[in-house]
């Protein structure tokens, strides 16, 4: 607390320090309240993750199906580079489509929340900190 | 041609860009429409908050109120360190927003209908994963595909799985933004086909042209919710897969 130098009589410096503390108490209050703001908007955004309208059911119709056939479609696509760069045909082309079918299944499972993310899912060992 | 419901994808191209590396570029359509939709977006905000008032006016409020949107989504799925990529996904969340209520204009093209598009700005999102990943995690940024607590004799298996559904996360952002937009569009369009050709039969058919053109009027409704709501939910997903970059469950 610095004064100017300028006040000099007891009476004024007394009222200053007064208002500072009146304004101090003021930032104080505010401050919880902003808090408690901060607080009620993340525990909303948490709330409402999930998006809900009328188109629920095709929205989720389409997402589903494009999770489960970009997993088909990346397993096919990385089977035919396998066999097309060594030579494998048709093998590659087999056994990354059937992973790719799995990992289809596994986006769709995610999708709806039956699996955890994998961000999620890994529990950190003790003693680790996790990065969260 | 008027009943073509695919006729509004087309591209047309307008002028030569030149020749590059053996690939001869134009400006199409939609080159001009993704142009438009940066030039309204970029624009509409600055003259929105050029004035910067501390009551913020109308056009003032929209802009704030899509900033704290996007700033809670990012936040609630990425904590408050996925901040630092607000200007990418705030970009991502502008352009695809307008490019998809562009699309509700008569004669404008959804820049977002061509999967081309949708896949450029999803392998964006990817490439940005991948490239913080391994700049902030090194190495340890692999462990995203083995996960803790599996037996070792099946990890490889798992693994592959694991680096099959990465790798098919932007095959599906772009799949499904895609395929809202042109699957909506195509709908909206056919219905409206309907009242054209039931009108053309006479006074029965104006009579029974009311459904398809009340289904008309409600599928608009429905279309302007689908443009939001999916560059929402690709805004999301994108916040999801920053936070995997961010925390590679480690």
């Not at chain 2, 307008?98 to 959804?110: D, I, R, V």
């Not at chain 2, 340890?140 to 099959?164: C, N």
């Not at chain 2, 599928?219 to 689908?226: D, G, R, S």
Request: aromatic fraction near 10%; hydrophobic fraction near 50%; glycine fraction near 10%.
């Amino acid at each position: 607390m610095s004064d100017n130098g300028s006040a000099g009589d007891g009476t004024s410096r007394k009222n200053h320090a007064g208002e500072e503390a009146a304004l101090s108490e003021r930032m104080r209050s505010l401050e919880q309240k902003l808090e408690q703001a901060r607080a009620g908007t993340e525990k909303n955004a948490k709330a409402d993750g999930a998006p809900s309208g009328g188109m629920q059911g095709m929205g989720l119709a389409l997402r589903v199906a494009s999770e489960f056939a970009s997993g088909v479609l990346v397993g096919a696509g990385l089977g035919w580079l396998l066999d097309h760069f060594l030579g494998t045909t048709p093998w590659g082309m087999i056994v990354l489509l059937l992973l790719g079918f799995a990992a289809g299944v596994l986006n769709v499972l995610r999708a709806v929340g039956k699996v955890a993310q994998p961000e999620e899912r890994v529990k950190p060992r003790p003693g680790v900190k996790s990065g969260k | 041609m008027a009943n073509d419901p695919i006729h509004q994808f087309q591209i047309h191209e307008y002028f030569p860009l030149g020749n590059f590396a053996g690939m001869d570029f134009h400006f199409t359509n939609s080159a001009l429409a993704m142009v438009a939709n940066v030039a309204v977006v970029t624009g509409f905000l600055y003259f929105a908050t050029a004035k910067k008032s501390l009551i913020p006016g109308r056009t003032q409020s929209i802009a704030e109120l899509s900033y704290e949107f996007v700033a809670s989504t990012l936040k609630s799925s990425a904590g408050t360190e996925g901040m630092r990529f607000f200007p990418f996904v705030f970009s991502l969340f502008m352009f695809i927003l307008t490019a998809n209520l562009f699309g509700m204009f008569p004669y404008f093209l959804t820049a977002t209908s061509q999967i081309i598009i949708t896949f450029a700005l999803a392998m964006s999102v990817m490439l940005v994963v991948v490239g913080y990943g391994f700049y902030r995690h090194g190495t340890h940024f692999l462990g995203l595909f083995v996960p803790h607590g599996v037996p070792g004799a099946v990890i490889p298996l798992v693994s592959a799985i694991e680096v099959i559904s990465f790798l098919s996360r932007p095959i599906s952002l772009s799949v499904r933004l895609f395929a809202n937009m042109l699957a909506g569009h195509i709908t909206l369009k056919v219905f409206a086909g309907f009242v054209v050709s039931l009108a053309s039969l006479g006074v029965v058919g104006v009579g029974g042209a009311i459904v398809p053109l009340l289904m008309t009027v409600a599928l608009t409704a429905l279309e302007f919710l689908v443009a939001f709501l999916q560059a929402y939910v690709f805004t999301i997903l994108t916040c999801m897969y920053l936070n995997d970059a961010l925390h590679p469950g480690h």
